[in-house]
Nanobody, 117 residues
Framework: QVQFVESGGGLVQSGGSLRLSCAAP????????MGWYRQAPEKQRELVAS???????TYADSVKGRFTISRDNAKNTVYLQMNSLKPEDTAVYYC???????????WGQGTQVTVSS
């Protein structure tokens, strides 16, 4: 079963930075667009950023100019550099393919990001 493994979250003050990492199975990583998602308490999961195998990126309006998604195809890893963090960025962050067409079990545990004001 395909499953993604996220890491790099933590507690940071407003204005701080974090870098998230996600390891993905090679056969998935090379085929699909990869995305970072987040889910805040009592809110639906939302797409934060995506990146194609060729490096083309998209971002949610709320993170444009602050977050940068990248991928290392040799390591089957996708990253999310988060700068100028705000309390409203507090959420559990997940990676998966975009759109999320894989079985529900592909979602990993996610990594918690908490931004204090």
């Amino acid at each position: 079963q395909v499953q993604f493994v996220e890491s790099g979250g933590g507690l940071v003050q407003s204005g701080g930075s974090l870098r998230l990492s996600c390891a993905a199975p090679g056969n998935i990583f090379s085929i699909y667009i990869m995305g970072w998602y987040r889910q805040a308490p009592e809110k639906q999961r939302e797409l934060v950023a995506s990146i194609t195998s060729g490096g083309r990126t998209t971002y949610a309006d709320s993170v444009k100019g602050r977050f940068t998604i990248s991928r290392d195809n040799a390591k089957n890893t996708v990253y999310l550099q988060m700068n100028s963090l705000k309390p409203e960025d507090t959420a559990v962050y997940y990676c998966n393919v975009h759109p999320p067409v894989l079985p529900r079990g592909s979602w990993g545990q996610g990594t918690q990001v908490t931004v204090s004001s």
